[in-house]
């Protein structure tokens, strides 16, 4: 599983950085072999397993739960890569982290939040 490097951050009204718990953002690391997600504020979701590029979409559902679409993916054999991200069907934010969950309710893993998209985007605001 991947470490928690930091929360996803926007500007209060007063200018002061503040964490929110909001699903959308990027999670994981994307880098060759580690799984990550991202999840586009239209509905729409694209990663990878950390081997095969996965994309489809999500909806909000009680109690600030994320229910992932069907996930459609490319079918690459890894050696070496637990393909773990392939089986998710829903997640949470908890503790600043994405748990990610099977359609049974197991939880499969969690993704702390991509600091290197948050960057990116508060240095283009």
């Given at each position: 599983?991947?470490?928690?490097?930091?929360?996803?951050?926007?500007?209060?009204?007063?200018?002061?950085p503040a964490e929110?718990?909001?699903?959308?953002?990027?999670?994981?690391?994307?880098?060759?072999?580690?799984?990550?997600?991202?999840?586009?504020?239209?509905g729409a979701v694209?990663?990878?397993?950390?081997?095969?590029?996965?994309?489809?979409?999500?909806?909000?559902?009680?109690?600030?739960?994320?229910?992932?679409?069907?996930?459609?993916?490319?079918?690459?054999?890894?050696?070496?890569?637990?393909?773990?991200?392939?089986?998710?069907?829903?997640?949470?934010?908890?503790?600043?982290?994405?748990?990610?969950?099977?359609?049974?309710?197991?939880?499969?893993?969690?993704?702390?939040?991509?600091?290197?998209?948050?960057?990116?985007?508060?240095?283009?605001?």
């Amino acid at each position: 599983m991947l470490e928690r490097v930091g929360a996803d951050r926007h500007h209060t009204a007063a200018g002061a950085p503040a964490e929110r718990d909001t699903p959308v953002g990027a999670w994981g690391v994307r880098s060759r072999g580690r799984p990550s997600l991202v999840l586009e504020p239209d509905g729409a979701v694209h990663g990878s397993d950390g081997c095969n590029r996965l994309a489809g979409s999500w909806s909000s559902g009680p109690d600030g739960a994320v229910v992932l679409g069907p996930l459609a993916s490319t079918r690459m054999a890894c050696d070496g890569v637990d393909t773990w991200l392939s089986g998710a069907a829903a997640a949470r934010v908890v503790t600043g982290r994405l748990e990610v969950r099977d359609a049974a309710g197991r939880v499969l893993g969690s993704l702390g939040r991509d600091q290197s998209a948050a960057a990116a985007e508060i240095s283009s605001t």
